[in-house]
């Protein structure tokens, strides 16, 4: 069965040869690429999917045909995320040592202007491709000892932000659903956890975004390779939640502790995301 999948494949498959692997959903760009590039530095088997086929192709060129497989993979579509996990599976001796849930997408705008049909499109991509994922991979996970189950979440899971509210509620989903599978899956040893990050200078963020970005506090712009070094720490580790910069640790802990004093702090001084989404309208 697993031949007749190869056989599907758009490109030749690497093989693992007993190195760990690791498995990236948004990988043709940002923090999903400098992710792959790094556990490939070092001496990982890498999986790259996205629905960026052009970069993926670019990416298999820097990492070496030998040292990955890629596969165009929309993470909304359960089933061909069944069958790439079965291919990913046939190239790693059936085994997964990190599920980087990693691809999403953002819209913004106020809530109630937004097209429905964009609201349900960031809750598939950041949410169900989620649960399409580690419900798919969790066979592999199960099969290898020291696994991890990493998404990626962000500091708008530490208090619901105005101007992407429904980006900012799948992320909250994400971080509960990892808290909840962090003590589920330790009855077959795979470990569950997530990062929060603040504003990374990816290619999801509105053009502009760059310019008006504060220079310094925890939503200064960071280059995606930070959020890289810390799937590296995460699978090193036992912690839950990671903080890039780590001061987002702090807001999670206010909005925890004092929630009315946080709402009145992001209102009164954090304008940026309304901004954004006043000019999308
Ligand atoms: P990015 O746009 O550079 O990368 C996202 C990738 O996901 C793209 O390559 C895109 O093609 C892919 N993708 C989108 N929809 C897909 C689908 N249906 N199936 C498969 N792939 C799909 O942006 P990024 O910042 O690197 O985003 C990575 C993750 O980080 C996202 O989950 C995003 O929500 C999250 N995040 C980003 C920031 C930030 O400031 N950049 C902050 C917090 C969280």
């Known amino acids: 069965m697993l031949d007749a999948q ?9 093989t693992a040869n007993n190195r760990k692997s690791i498995f990236i959903t948004g990988a043709a760009s940002g923090m999903g690429r400098e ?11 890498v999986g790259a999917y996205d629905v960026n086929a052009e970069g993926l192709r670019a990416l298999e060129a820097e990492l070496g045909a030998d040292n990955c497989v890629v596969r165009r993979l929309d993470v909304t579509d359960k089933a061909d995320y069944e069958r790439a996990i079965a ?12 599920l980087y849930n990693n691809a999403g997408i953002g ?3 106020y809530f109630d202007e937004l097209p ?10 950041n949410f169900i491709g989620v649960l399409n994922g580690i419900h798919s991979a969790i066979g592999l996970l199960k099969a290898t000892p020291g696994s991890l189950c990493f998404t990626t979440s962000s500091s708008s899971a530490t208090y619901g932000m105005p101007g992407i509210a429904v980006y900012s509620a799948t992320k909250h989903a994400v971080k509960g659903l990892t808290e909840a599978l962090s003590i589920e899956f330790r009855r077959y040893g795979v470990r569950a956890a997530d990062v929060l990050p603040g504003l990374i200078d990816t290619a999801i963020l509105p ?3 760059a310019e008006r970005a504060p220079k310094e506090g925890m939503f200064r712009l960071i280059p995606p390779i930070e959020v890289a070094k810390v799937v590296w720490e995460a699978y090193h580790s036992d912690q839950l939640h990671w903080y890039v910069p780590s001061e987002i640790a702090e807001l999670d802990k206010a909005a925890g ?12 001084t954090m304008t940026f995301a309304a901004e954004v989404a006043s000019e999308k309208k």
């Open 107 to 109: 819209v913004g705008g």
């Open 87 to 98: 291919e990913f599976g046939a190239c790693t001796g059936g085994k997964m040592d990190i």
């Open 35 to 45: 992710s792959a590039r790094l556990f490939r530095q070092k001496g990982w088997f």
């Open 6 to 14: 190869q056989q599907q494949l758009e490109h030749p498959v690497g």
């Open 257 to 268: 502790n004092t929630p009315e004093m946080v709402r009145e702090q992001i209102s009164s």
């Open 207 to 209: 053009p502009g975004t």
């Open 116 to 125: 429905f049909e964009d609201i349900l499109r960031v809750v598939r991509v």
